[in-house]
């Protein structure tokens, strides 16, 4: 209850205040809404892996192919951009299809199924030149529209449809949690047949859960290709966009709504502001490191870890 | 025509036996220790640019990078394993990211390192032609098919005659009965991963001394041997063998039949054949409903 | 309401269960008794769908052997764990919760209340319900998640093993007004033959996966043949 008295604030200065104090420059905001689509993948990530038990290391896959969606319809067949995005998440809904019958495959093979997925679709973007523009990749995709007399191709008007994004995602997300789907969800975890025995389809809700998190990826992604207005294979489905979600949502705390967005945003930035000026070529190394040092130290974020630091210190008062 | 297809089963069969070495390499530490070792590829990458390092640094022929390789591949296999050790809870999912980190690590160093330029050996000792009849092959490929060949066939005799190797296959079928009989798992492990390690860096030389490779490499070695292990279905060497081999096959007759660009999808698509098909794959036990 | 007609369950060269024709009616408790091994609990994984049988499993008319253990429980099978399966990270009401969503597609505050009286839970219906109960109350989680899904059929699989007297005694008189209140039919696995005495209207013994005798509890109890399947195990 108490984080409901914090929302309305919190609202007010993601929404007006930041745009009022940041709005005029263009680096600032750029670094903003940058963290924010990661925040998007790192939390569509997470939702997969907490509610539906699976790790990925694919989510590239679904990035790509809404941005490619989004890129196709609107250049190729005239479809308002922001239609586009929601049909790009149903596009992304689609190739998670194809990868239902991989959800039989224990944790690590999905895992990596989920990977070589990823780079089949990677070669499939190169490949089918006549639709993706192959390597060359595809240019001048059009900006998001002035709707309402508000410019969303602005910096400002971008930031603002991302952040909307990511809040409604995250909602979303809360809500299936508190459900008695997400009760289950997180029951089946240690126990299958637990669920099964009452009436739960387990395949069918984790299969739920590919989709709804393939869907929310696959907007995001489709989102990044009307601000950055080009595509291409290699970007599309870089490995960027697994490993630093991936980093982003185990920094801050992967079991939480709240904590792959923080992660995203303060692992982005540090990257891009103190790492890059350091090791301008290779600097996911420190991501690298960063992961790995999180798994040994703290695999529940550093929120947990800071947490439980604190509690020593009470105890120790 | 027939001609075509003999040369791509040829090559793609050289092409096997590292494919081989690596996929074994992955599948041995999953055996003794249920984990995944997602840099498996990039040590092989490690070895590969040790190789390239050797020659242009010393002007040699990179086979006298192979103990240079094999000590620094081992090494970096060994931490590896320290890594995953130090792991508190459940291991299984935790080890794939935390090795996931590790190849991120590797391939970011390589990239910092030898930056992103595709390299291939200058040797002119490797790349001559080897002619078997009308089958062509550049010396480097069957030198290392034949070394390949030993190093399994060693493998092979090293896990069912030795004491270490019948350990690891103790070990990795049930723990506590091989505790109870004195053996010690984490050395066992310990063992799997340097043996591991060997063979990337054999591999990784190979690699080096008939393709090209590039930072970007690692990752996709490792996805191939996971497909590699897919197809020969849990627990059989044999079947990594002959997984290896089809893999190879699979991507050279892609390469003669359709275009070099699509060699990728090779793999890939019998991945996905084997999954929807067989999912047991070509000689696995059938694996407990998830 | 479920048929069995020669059920059998084999595991690799092991036939668990063979050929095992039984009946329970809607009103019906039925005890389900035989020595350690002897095919119960598979009885039972083959009737909720945890094990794949051969033979017939008719359940409300129903021909339920290719139905998934999912299918089995929404149909109105519901049953409890020998040893308890509370789903985990979640409070004992969640359990409930989600037992009656799924189970009956609805939802019914009052009635999960009624269950969560029933069983003697409601004082810990905050709890949660891996870490926060004992193993009387772990068990009585067992069957009130199963009565959530609103069964026809309760399987109840030896949910008195482990309790001390007091607890028995508690159970078994839970165990009565179930079969008055609920209206389920029930068939129940326990070695107490006192128990089974005091609850069923019919037993019926297993041995090595096979149907040995079926009757009153006075009839079956005092059959020389199941004596004998029993000598080493109660009546040494």
Aim: charged fraction near 10%; glycine fraction near 10%; include cysteine.
């Amino acid at each position: 209850m108490k984080q409901y008295k914090l929302l309305i604030p919190a609202l007010l200065a993601v929404y007006v205040a930041v745009p009022l104090v940041f709005g005029s420059d263009n680096y600032v905001m750029s670094l903003v809404i940058a963290s924010l689509v990661i925040g998007g993948i790192a939390l569509s990530w997470a939702l997969l892996g907490n509610l539906g038990g699976m790790v990925s290391f694919g989510h590239s896959a679904f990035f790509g192919v809404g941005a490619y969606a989004s890129a196709v319809l609107t250049m190729q067949h005239g479809v308002p951009v922001f239609l586009a995005m929601l049909l790009a998440g149903v596009a992304a809904i689609v190739s998670a299809i194809l990868m239902l019958p991989v959800l039989r495959l224990r944790g690590p093979y999905f895992a990596l199924a989920i990977l070589a997925y990823a780079h089949i679709f990677r070669i499939l973007a190169t490949e089918w030149t006549s639709v993706t523009g192959g390597s060359a990749g595809i240019a001048n995709i059009p900006r998001l529209p002035l709707v309402a007399s508000i410019d969303f191709g602005s910096k400002t008007g971008n930031y603002l449809v991302i952040l909307t994004i990511v809040l409604v995602f995250a909602a979303v997300y809360d809500m299936i949690r508190r459900s008695p789907h997400g009760l289950a969800l997180r029951a089946m975890h240690d126990s299958d047949d637990a669920t099964r025995v009452v009436g739960v389809n387990n395949t069918l809700l984790k299969g739920l859960m590919l989709l709804v998190s393939s869907f929310m990826c696959g907007v995001v992604g489709a989102f990044n290709v009307h601000y950055i207005n080009f595509l291409e294979p290699d970007y599309a489905f870089s490995t960027l966009w697994v490993t630093i979600p991936i980093v982003a949502a185990i920094f801050g705390g992967y079991r939480t709504i709240t904590g792959p967005l923080v992660g995203a945003v303060v692992v982005y930035l540090v990257d891009q502001l103190v790492v890059k000026s350091i090791i301008p070529t290779g600097h996911q190394l420190v991501l690298g490191v960063v992961l790995v040092a999180m798994i040994i130290a703290s695999p529940d974020g550093l929120l947990a870890l800071v947490r439980k630091f604190m509690r020593k210190n009470d105890a120790a008062a | 025509m027939t001609e075509l297809i003999m040369q791509s089963l040829y090559s793609g069969l050289l092409q096997g036996g590292s494919y081989a070495l690596i996929a074994l390499g992955l599948a041995l530490v999953f055996g003794a220790m249920k984990v995944i070792n997602l840099a498996h590829g990039e040590l092989v990458l490690l070895a590969a640019y040790i190789g390239y390092t050797v020659e242009s640094k010393l002007g040699v022929n990179p086979l006298l990078a192979i103990p240079v390789a094999v000590l620094l591949v081992t090494l970096a296999s060994a931490g590896i394993y320290l890594l995953v050790g130090r792991i508190k809870t459940n291991r299984e999912i935790n080890s794939l990211t935390l090795t996931y980190g590790v190849g991120v690590i590797l391939t970011n160093l390589a990239l910092l390192i030898w930056s992103a330029d595709v390299r291939a050996t200058g040797s002119s000792w490797m790349q001559e032609a080897f002619v078997l009849g009308p089958l062509y092959s550049m010396r480097s490929e069957v030198l290392f098919f034949g070394v390949s060949v030993v190093l399994i066939g060693g493998l092979w005799w090293w896990l069912s005659r030795s004491w270490y190797g019948r350990a690891v296959r103790a070990v990795s079928s049930n723990r506590d009965a091989a505790k109870l009989m004195g053996i010690n798992p984490g050395f066992t492990e310990l063992v799997s991963f340097i043996v591991a390690g060997i063979m990337a860096a054999f591999a990784g030389v190979a690699l080096f001394s008939y393709g090209v490779i590039t930072p970007a490499f690692g990752g996709v070695l490792t996805v191939k041997a996971f497909i590699i292990t897919v197809l020969a279905g849990i627990g059989s060497i044999p079947g990594v063998l002959i997984g290896a081999v089809l893999l190879g096959i699979a991507e050279a007759l892609t390469v003669t039949l359709a275009s070099s660009a699509l060699q990728e999808l090779a793999g890939m698509g019998l991945f996905l054949l084997v999954l929807f098909v067989m999912p047991n794959g070509l000689f696995g036990a059938a694996r407990r409903r998830g | 309401m479920l048929q069995l007609e020669n059920v059998t369950v084999r595991f690799g060269g092991l036939t668990a269960v063979n050929q095992v024709s039984l009946s329970v009616g809607s009103g019906d408790v039925v005890g389900l008794v035989g020595a350690n091994g002897a095919g119960k609990t598979t009885l039972f994984n083959a009737i909720s769908g945890l094990a794949r049988a051969g033979g017939r499993i008719v359940f409300d008319g129903r021909d339920v052997l290719r139905s998934p253990m999912y299918q089995r429980a929404r149909m109105g099978i519901g049953r409890t764990f020998q040893i308890p399966q509370p789903m985990h990270e979640l409070t004992v009401r969640q359990n409930l919760t989600v037992a009656q969503r799924f189970g009956t597609g609805g939802t019914d505050m009052r009635r999960i209340d009624e269950i969560l009286e029933f069983t003697n839970l409601s004082a810990k219906a905050g709890r949660d319900a891996a870490t926060g109960l004992a193993l009387s109350e772990l068990k009585a989680l067992e069957v009130a998640k199963a009565l959530a899904t609103n069964p026809k059929l309760l399987l109840l699989d030896e949910v008195l093993a482990g309790l001390e007297t007091n607890g028995k005694r508690h159970f078994m008189n839970m165990l009565k007004q179930m079969h008055d209140t609920f209206k389920v039919g029930i068939l129940i696995i326990e070695h107490d033959i006192e128990t089974i005495s005091n609850l069923c209207q019919r037993v019926a013994v297993l041995n090595f996966g096979q149907l040995i005798a079926e009757g009153t509890p006075a009839e079956v109890f005092n059959d020389p043949e199941v004596v004998k399947s029993y000598t080493g195990a109660e009546h040494a």
